[in-house]
């Protein structure tokens, strides 16, 4: 600043705890540039990934928090194949949006999350999913029953409230996280572009990165995982919405089921897969499957595979006739769905969609793009 | 008097052999070019200074040849050292020149007759040499010598071969007026005993091929700075004239990129000591050469350590304008239509990726040793000599009585390589005279 004193604090604590978080290769980095100049989404935004390695190395945090860099990274890793000093930036802006996620979250949970061993978290997962087993198959048990007994599966009942309680506490958690975060990246920054140029901007934006990043095999692989996920997902809230508000919907038989089939075998694929090559890894795996083992990444895929299967399972069985087995399924479908909305879906790494739309958003209204 | 070995004749080694031979010492110098000046010999003008690199380096090659102590054994290489300071006995293979030089007297008049034409080593290929040369006009000795494998008449095209009757061209031999040409020369083997041996076989540059992603090799108007240096010199390809390979025209242009395959785990992880300062000075040579030219320097760190270097590299941003910017060339992509280069990095200053238009690109390539060498010495782990003491005794190898110089114990310039050069002679001089008996030519 010319003429004027800038006063900017400086966190000591924070490289040690990105350390932590999985960027153990942060002080390698020498500034030398080349991960930002590498990477393709540097030919549309107006980015630096090294400045957000220097802020961590330094412990800006301020303005660390108020990145949005990070979050448009798409862990690719063209930077990490091409850092001179053999450091993983892309690993290193995965370990960032760690940092920020608990620094967005207000209830400390995150911290508790992203930070503790893959013991604890387990543990942690274990407890939740043993109280809601305790729920279902000690508190619920005589109504299931009662339900299985009248031979139908479609009913809004009082299974759900609990499942309802805990999805309403964390979209109201993750509201205000996202306001929070909101917050820090829109500050010291001017809303310059119109909400509707800045829609075109991210529409042409991922258009454009997408589609040259098929072109590449092991990013395509990794895209088809992700897009698989997202799908499955997708159909899973479509059927919670379904089976709330128009229950007659599943007496289609032919719709419904195949709308569930496609919904937990593209999940069971699309989390299976990168699962199994994380457990596999071997000489030939890419990179990304061996680096990428921060156990929040594991947690993120082992919580979401369970309900998927058992969803499966629920209608497996039901149409079967198997209805008691049908709706023991259901009930640890429901009793898996607690700790994934409460711990994953609220706290866990799935949080970077709400962050990346943020930031994105961010991004576009204040000339983060470049524009045309 | 017991005599030394030095392995390599570039400034280094030719430092130390006029310091031991004014003591009244016997020294070799093997090298394995036909001429002795090594890197030097191929430069310009030498930082900080901006002296005439010849000016400093022919007298110094020539000094050698005013002492009777002093014996050049060219285009040969060590094979074999065996045995303990003061006494090493050393196997030397002596390439043939296919020319006596004890006839040659360095006249030309075969280089210019012969009628086959190849790229010159010593213009980096930007020019042709026949097939039977004489190194550089500097060269000491200033000796032809004929490269067999491009001789007609030594490695004759198959059918030309076919169809001759007799020996193919012999032109060079019909011309030479002291009859000095021998098509039958063989190989030999010397063999010598002396009491210590100086290695000073200096550095190689990176191939910069082993970053595709730079295009060197593939972009015409790409160059190494070993290149460069060649073409400003008024002894170069263009007699100094800075031209465009692609269409002969004057740069406007020129960008130099620092740190190519030096300071990268992927290639070399030192630092490779001499760019920084070697590009701020060919930015200095071609503003000099084309007031005109915009010169821009992309580096990742200065390092303008040493004496002198600093203030150069003030003047060279204050006097001649030169440019500077922070950040690491990851990219050249060239412009097909107009041959131009399009370098891709991050503006550090300004933290954001961005693809600057150049006609001419430079490339600060890293330095290698030439240390795979038939000596019981050590390397370090990339691929240096290693050092007994790097703090106290930065001139001695391991093994007691074979000392290192210059550029193969590190990456170092020119006055470095010559204090290390001096200072190895003085030791190598007390291992000769602690180890000297009278000899009868000396009683006599
Ligand atoms: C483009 C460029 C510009 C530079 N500009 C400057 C400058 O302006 N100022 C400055 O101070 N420095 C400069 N340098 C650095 C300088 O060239 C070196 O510091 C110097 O040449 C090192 O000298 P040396 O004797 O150790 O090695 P060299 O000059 O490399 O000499 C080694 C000698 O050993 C011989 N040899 C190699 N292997 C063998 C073998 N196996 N057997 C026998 N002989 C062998 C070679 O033929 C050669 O004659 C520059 C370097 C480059 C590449």
Not at chain 2, 302 to 319: D, S, Y
């Amino acid at each position: 600043m010319v003429g004027g004193t800038e006063f900017i604090s400086i966190n000591p604590n924070v490289n040690r705890e990105v350390f932590k978080l999985g960027g153990k290769s942060l002080l390698e980095c020498y500034q030398c540039g080349s991960c930002t100049a590498v990477c393709p989404l540097s030919e549309e935004l107006d980015v630096s990934f090294r400045r957000a390695i220097r802020y961590t190395q330094l412990g800006v945090e301020e303005k660390i928090l108020g990145d949005i860099s990070p979050w448009s990274c798409n862990l690719h890793g063209d930077c990490t194949d091409s850092c001179p000093r053999g450091a993983s930036p892309s690993e290193i802006l995965a370990a960032i949006r760690r940092y920020q996620s608990i620094k967005y979250d207000w209830t400390g949970i995150t911290k508790w999350w992203n930070g503790s061993s893959f013991a604890s978290k387990l543990v942690g997962y274990l407890v939740i999913f043993g109280l809601s087993l305790l729920l279902y198959f000690g508190f619920f048990w005589q109504s299931i029953l009662a339900y299985a007994s009248t031979g139908k599966l479609v009913v809004l009942s009082e299974l759900l409230i609990p499942v309802a309680v805990v999805f309403v506490i964390s979209l109201a958690i993750l509201a205000s996280n996202g306001y929070r975060a909101y917050k820090f990246m829109i500050k010291d920054k001017k809303k310059e572009v119109g909400l509707v140029k800045s829609l075109k901007h991210i529409a042409s934006f991922f258009i454009k990165v997408e589609s040259d990043a098929m072109k590449v095999g092991h990013k395509r692989e990794r895209i088809l995982e992700h897009t698989l996920i997202l799908i499955g997902l997708g159909l899973f809230i479509l059927l919670g919405i379904l089976y709330v508000l128009v229950p007659k919907f599943f007496e289609f038989k032919v719709i419904s089921r195949l709308l569930i089939y496609v919904a937990s075998i593209t999940l069971v694929i699309g989390v299976g897969s990168p699962l199994m090559k994380r457990i596999t890894a071997g000489e030939k795996t890419h990179w990304y499957y061996k680096k990428f083992t921060h156990p929040t990444d594991w947690m993120s895929l082992i919580t979401l595979l369970p309900p998927a299967i058992m969803l499966l399972l629920v209608f497996v069985f039901y149409d079967l006739s198997m209805l008691s087995h049908a709706y023991i399924a259901f009930a640890l479908f429901l009793s898996f769905m607690i700790p994934f909305i409460l711990l994953e879906f609220a706290f866990g790494k799935h949080t970077h969609w709400l962050y990346k739309v943020i930031a994105y958003y961010v991004g576009a209204r204040t000339g983060y793009f470049r524009g045309d | 008097m017991s005599s030394v070995l030095i392995v390599g004749g570039g400034v280094a080694g030719i430092q130390a052999a006029l310091d031991l031979a004014e003591q009244g010492i016997d020294v070799y110098i093997v090298d394995k070019a036909p001429s002795v000046g090594g890197k030097m010999a191929y430069l310009d003008k030498t930082f900080p200074t901006l002296d005439c690199a010849s000016c400093i380096l022919a007298p110094k090659m020539a000094a050698l040849l005013r002492y009777p102590n002093i014996k050049l054994i060219m285009n040969s290489e060590v094979q074999d050292v065996s045995g303990r300071a003061g006494n090493f006995k050393v196997k030397i293979l002596k390439k043939p020149t296919y020319v006596d030089w004890s006839k040659c007297n360095g006249c030309g008049v075969c280089t210019e007759k012969c009628p086959t034409k190849v790229p010159n080593e010593y213009n980096m290929g930007l020019s042709q040499r026949r097939a039977i040369y004489i190194m550089f006009p500097q060269a000491v000795p200033k000796r032809a010598i004929i490269d067999a494998e491009h001789c007609m008449r030594l490695n004759p095209p198959p059918k030309a071969k076919e169809k001759a009757k007799g020996p193919l061209c012999g032109v060079c031999e019909r011309n030479c007026p002291t009859k000095a040409i021998r098509y039958d020369q063989q190989p030999e083997i010397l063999e010598l005993n002396v009491s210590a041996v100086i290695v000073a076989t200096g550095m190689e540059l990176y191939d910069p091929r082993n970053l595709p992603e730079l295009g060197y090799g593939k972009y015409q108007n790409v160059y190494t700075n070993l290149e460069f240096e060649r073409l400003v010199s008024a002894t170069g390809p263009t007699n100094g004239e800075i031209v465009r390979k692609s269409d002969g025209k004057h740069p406007k242009k020129i960008a130099w990129i620092q740190c190519v395959g030096s300071r990268d785990i992927r290639f070399n992880h030192y630092c490779s000591a001499y760019c920084c300062m070697a590009a701020t000075k060919q930015a200095i040579l071609a503003k000099e050469h084309l007031p005109e030219v915009q010169c821009t320097v992309y580096y990742m760190d200065i390092r303008a350590f040493g004496k002198g270097f600093n203030e150069f590299l003030e003047r060279a941003k204050k006097e001649f304008g030169i440019n500077y910017i922070r950040g690491k060339v990851v990219r050249i992509d060239e412009i097909p239509e107009t041959k131009n280069l399009k370098i891709v990095y991050e503006d550090t200053a300004e933290s954001y990726m961005k693809a600057d238009e150049y006609d001419m690109v430079v490339l600060s390539v890293a330095i290698t040793p030439n240390s795979k060498l038939p000596l019981p010495v050590e390397l370090t782990k990339d691929g240096f000599i290693q050092l007994k003491d790097p703090y106290l005794d930065p001139v001695s190898t391991t093994v007691e009585g074979i000392f290192v110089v210059g550029a193969v114990a590190g990456a170092k310039d020119i006055p470095d390589s010559v204090t290390e050069a001096s200072a190895a002679a003085a030791r190598a001089a007390l291992i000769a005279k602690r180890f000297s008996c009278p000899t009868p030519e000396v009683v006599k």
